[in-house]
C-alpha cells in the first residue's frame, strides 16, 4: 500500500502561481509513473501531467507551457509547478501513482486550487 499526501494548494489570483507537492511512502518511489488529475464540480476528473520512471512527461493541451511536472526520487515526491494560473484551472488536485505494471494505482487525498481575483 502506498501513501500519497498533496500539499500547497490555495488561492491565487490570475496569473498567478502555485507548486503542489506529493511525498508517497515506500522504497520504490522511483519505479512508479506519477500523475497530476484535477476535477472541477460537476466534470470528470482528467489526467493534467505525467511523468514516467525515466522522466519523460506528457501534458493535457490546456497547460501546455505553463505548467512543469517534475519528481525527485531522492524525496519520494513529484511537484506540479503551474504558473500564468486562469480561473478555468480551478478544481481539485490529485496525485496519483501507478505501479511499474500498471497493476496497482493509488491516489492521494486531493488539494483544492482556486484561481480568482
Known amino acids: 500500500q502506498v501513501q500519497l499526501v498533496e500539499s500547497g494548494g490555495g488561492l491565487v489570483q490570475p496569473g498567478g502561481s502555485l507548486r503542489l507537492s506529493c511525498v508517497a511512502s515506500?522504497?520504490?518511489?522511483?519505479?512508479?509513473?506519477m500523475g497530476w488529475y484535477r476535477q472541477a464540480p460537476g466534470k470528470p476528473r482528467e489526467l493534467v501531467a505525467a511523468?514516467?520512471?525515466?522522466?519523460?512527461?506528457n501534458y493535457v493541451d490546456s497547460v501546455k507551457g505553463r505548467f512543469t511536472i517534475s519528481r525527485d526520487n531522492a524525496k519520494n515526491t513529484v511537484y506540479l509547478q503551474m504558473n500564468s494560473l486562469k480561473p478555468e484551472d480551478t478544481s481539485v488536485y490529485y496525485c496519483?501513482?501507478?505501479?511499474?505494471?500498471?497493476?496497482?494505482?493509488?491516489w492521494g487525498q486531493g488539494a483544492q486550487v482556486t484561481v480568482s481575483s
Open positions: 496519483k501513482a501507478n505501479d511499474i505494471l500498471g497493476k496497482y494505482s493509488y
Open positions: 511523468i514516467a520512471s525515466d522522466g519523460t512527461t
Open positions: 515506500g522504497n520504490v518511489f522511483r519505479t512508479y509513473r
